[in-house]
């Protein structure tokens, strides 16, 4: 079924000014430019097929991301696709243990990001000469081959080829229905596009109004900076959602560990789910910390769009220092690498809530979660740690992937949300293809709308 | 006594053919090529002084860091350096947490390391303005001051800035004796260069003979890649050796968690003091589950020459998952961070062996660790955990830092070794400056060794 050699990798610096309108603002990045490092693969078959693959970016920096895809290119060029999907394993392997380009990384940083967008450009691919969305390329893959194409370095202490394997095979009970039940109702998804930092009270007040009349029953707050405004602010969409809808806090890594639980002790009359990168992304301990400090307020932890890579997943689930997991569909080294923390969550029974947004994110993850659902968790509810402690969280207390409403409109094939739902995607591929017009307008630092930017600010 | 505003900042890809040699092959860099993205930084000041930062690389994606030194540049040019070392707390924050390039690290791979060069370029032209080695520019620096160059986010949970104050203040008694002590014998050090794992075992025992003639009485020895080579290759210098001499196991990061008890119960009658990298660099508690294992056998953990920041570092020590901590002066973000690893260290009471080696890397990190003699550890002898279980140790075992013997002929102050022992530079500045000549000749791609390697690999 798959065929062609690669005969050509080309990677170009699309960014989109969101800084002017204060989106995507949140403690730590004041005044995120969303961008991506936009990757293209095209075969010698003569299907015509591209792949197209993406990572995610915050601007400056996007020019470092696309050298390291071009670094990272000698290893795809001229390679049959059959061989890279064959051994798939073998394949990332090489990619991401280049015996000099592996001291950059390694699996960590720009190389792994450039690692993610080439590799979600082979999966694109690989989907599209299918003739399937990822998600049902994943769901219907033989559980055997979709092992073969995970790399278990450095995680064997917590899960085996054979442990992995013996998940996706129980996986297989009820998929059908499971399947059908996407396609009907979609997978639930939170709104995190109410309350960026950068929002004025007047902004976040509308945006709110307007997601509940749109159905969100799930809402997403930054805080972090300022702990007077974070309680006015949080007061302030409570009161606006009421008692019953879920609200979630975000502090993008603001706080050190003991500021992380005093400061959260202050927020917990708003009664948040869960409290997102409450510190460094690579303080598996001081997560730990944080996590058993805040349980008795019924607040979680979540983390994960930041965590380079499996070993730090692995951790934190061995330390038991999240109660959410956040997987990133570009920062991990791309399907391979998110699969198997979609199956150390599973054996370690913790609810995966991705991280997404930005350029593509959601486009990319839905994919992912929509798999994890059908064939892996097979639940759409939480694990029971905070029903125990807090009994009113039944309710509400669920699966979901995050969603924020901006820049989908220039991909070919957007995100569908339906009654606050992520609605599986039908065409074929990895939704990851961008609008041409649209790449070429916000080519960095030649598209039309840079050039009049950057004249701008000349003058 | 700090002068001038930065007027130019200039970074080179410059590239050695170490791999025609099989120079620093190890079991997952099997063909390095050893190099260094080299920056330069003038100032508007009449003395006309430079500053020369390096951040070590492998080859292949050295034009990667290049171009992040280019993305941090704009933070410094047009900077008074009495501004950036008069609130280098600040600097350091303000490079390490733009709000956009935060995204592609943060404080971590190709970001970090370009961080890395370009501060370890401030730090020379600070101390060449006063006219001091960088060791001495440290150990004369009043504690206060020195606390203040220092970025304590995410690590106040082990160290806060009072804590890094007392351990500084308590470091200036004896601190002239100390001084003198280096002065007249230098900081001990250990060789590499015998035993890379691209070295047949004549070049091996030709290289041994040669460094115990030397008077070298510490050796490393790679391992890892199969399990017969390796046990042939230790016994064979261990029966060099013999029993006395110390000699420690490096695996650069090749093993899983179990793999890596397995293999060293293995190699554990060649008595390695420690074993370096058994695992992923990310794997904190990885490690600390080896070491566990390993400290019946009488063998330590030795780690540090990946851990990308001190937030890795920070947990490692609170961990227990290192007996050896080995910080490297060019992954962390230059001596304002190595300086709060000392001092982490120092508290949970953990010998610090640098790692050293590649492109200078001998050059910067001595200065790093005779200022941790004088100023931070003040003792040369190693904590007592292995001598309560082999008391054979006691004689032996010692702090030290690695040495290997190559390419300092490119340097312009190459490090001096004495009876095996670093010698405490005594020219200005962090000994970064490499010689024009070197630095013309191998840069890559046009350099003119490169050149010819390139025209020959085309023929």
């Given at each position: 079924m798959v065929r062609g050699r690669i005969s050509r990798l080309s990677v170009r610096d699309v960014r989109f000014p969101t800084s002017l309108g204060g989106h995507g603002s949140d403690a730590m990045h004041t005044d995120p430019d969303y961008s991506a490092a936009y990757v293209v693969l095209e075969t010698d078959a003569e299907d015509g097929l591209k792949g197209y693959g993406i990572t995610f970016t915050l601007g400056k920096g996007t020019e470092v991301v696309v050298c390291a895809v071009n670094a990272l290119a000698p290893h795809l060029l001229n390679k049959d696709l059959g061989d890279i999907v064959g051994d798939f394993r073998g394949f990332y392997r090489q990619l991401t243990s280049d015996g000099q380009l592996r001291w950059i990384g390694p699996e960590k940083g720009v190389v792994h990001l450039a690692t993610a967008a080439v590799l979600n450009a082979v999966w694109d691919l690989w989907a599209k000469q299918e003739g399937k969305p990822l998600w049902k390329l994943l769901v219907d893959m033989d559980p055997r081959k979709l092992v073969s194409c995970l790399d278990f370095r450095y995680i064997t202490d917590v899960l085996t080829e054979e442990e992995a394997y013996e998940i996706l095979q129980k996986g297989q009970v009820g998929k059908k229905e499971r399947e059908e039940q996407m396609l009907a109702h979609g997978y639930p998804a939170y709104t995190t596009s109410c309350a960026w930092l950068g929002y004025s009270d007047a902004t976040l007040k509308q945006l709110c109004s307007k997601a509940l009349e749109d159905g969100w029953t799930r809402f997403k707050v930054k805080v972090g900076a300022d702990l007077q405004d974070d309680i006015r602010r949080c007061r302030l969409i409570r009161n606006m959602i009421g008692p019953e809808k879920t609200l979630m806090m975000d502090a993008n890594q603001r706080w050190d560990v003991p500021e992380a639980v005093e400061w959260m002790a202050k927020l917990a009359e708003f009664k948040p789910l869960w409290i997102e990168e409450p510190t460094s992304p690579d303080d598996i301990l001081g997560h730990a910390t944080i996590s058993k400090a805040l349980v008795p307020l019924g607040i979680g932890v979540a983390t994960g769009e930041q965590c380079h890579n499996r070993v730090i997943f692995k951790q934190l689930l061995q330390a038991k220092a999240l109660q959410f997991l956040q997987i990133d569909s570009c920062r991990l080294g791309s399907v391979n690498e998110n699969l198997s923390v979609l199956l150390m969550a599973k054996k370690f029974d913790i609810p995966v809530c991705p991280h997404a947004g930005g350029v593509g994110l959601c486009e990319l993850v839905q994919h992912l979660i929509i798999f994890d659902f059908v064939s892996v968790s097979a639940s759409l509810k939480d694990r029971i740690w905070l029903h125990l402690l807090?009994?009113?969280?039944?309710?509400?207390?669920a699966r979901m992937c995050e969603y924020v409403?901006?820049?989908?409109?220039?991909?070919?094939y957007p995100v569908i949300i339906k009654k606050a739902s992520y609605m599986p995607p039908k065409d074929a591929g990895y939704s990851t293809e961008m609008k041409e017009e649209s790449v070429k307008k916000h080519q960095y630092p030649d598209g039309e709308v840079w050039e009049k930017l950057l004249a701008a600010q000349v003058n």
């Open positions: 807090v009994p009113s969280y039944i309710s509400t207390c409403d901006h820049l989908h409109e220039h991909f070919k």
